[in-house]
């Protein structure tokens, strides 16, 4: 079955850029999505279509696509940044995917 | 206001069956994709199956032939029924609509298969 790849955990102090990443064989075809969760809540929509960022998503947060790889980008980290964040993608058949999830720290 | 609800959840025993409801308001129920995605006690996100707007539904390899997902537009609900439950289908269940990705979700619904 189709996967993606992210890592557990990233850390960064405030003031500077996380990159947190997402790897899965299918993504040059198909667009990723990105999902902010903050402990007891509902995820909720922070990229769409790979670079697309929702009304109401401060524009710190960023999406980029390369090959195999998306990258959602945090610039200038403050500390309600703090969350766990999934890449989501979909495959041919019409079933989706998360990736394992991100545990972004703000040191 | 754009909202879903969903109700349903509860505690059933191995093997037993549940039906998960989510409503829907503030928008056109039938325009959309609808989804359904879980999350385990400390686990990451689970997308469980969706429904076009057209009714065809899809579902991950671990619930395949388990769970239906029907959608019913009078109504603006999402129906999720659960067959055959075990162990690993304890989790959140999040109703979620589906366009240019999950843009909206609901609160979740608890689901707890034990004996």
């Known amino acids: 079955s189709y996967e993606l790849t992210q890592p557990p955990s990233v850390s960064v102090s405030p003031g500077q850029t996380a990159r947190i990443t997402c790897s899965g064989d299918a993504l040059p075809k198909q667009y990723a999505y990105w999902y902010q969760q903050k402990p007891g809540q509902a995820p909720v929509l922070v990229i769409y279509k790979d670079t697309e960022r929702p009304s109401g998503i401060p524009e710190r947060l960023s999406g980029s696509s390369s090959g195999t790889t998306v990258t959602l980008t945090i610039s200038g980290v403050q500390a309600e940044d703090e969350a766990d964040y999934y890449c989501q993608s979909a495959d041919i058949s019409g079933t989706w995917v998360f990736g394992g999830g991100t545990k972004l720290t703000v040191l | 206001e754009v909202q879903l609800v969903e109700s349903g959840g509860g505690l059933v025993q191995p093997g037993g069956s549940l039906r998960l409801s989510c409503g829907a308001s503030g928008f056109s129920f039938s325009s959309y994709g609808m989804h359904w995605v879980r999350q385990g006690t400390g686990k990451g996100l689970e997308w469980v199956s969706s429904i076009g707007t057209a009714g065809d539904p899809y579902y991950a390899d671990s619930v395949k032939g388990r769970f239906t997902l029907s959608r019913e537009n009078a109504k603006n609900s999402l129906y999720l029924h659960m067959n055959s439950l075990g162990a690993g289908d304890t989790a959140v269940y999040y109703c979620?609509?589906?366009?240019?990705?999950?843009?909206?979700w609901g609160l979740g619904t608890t689901v707890t298969v034990s004996s």
């Open positions: 979620a609509r589906g366009s240019d990705g999950l843009d909206v």
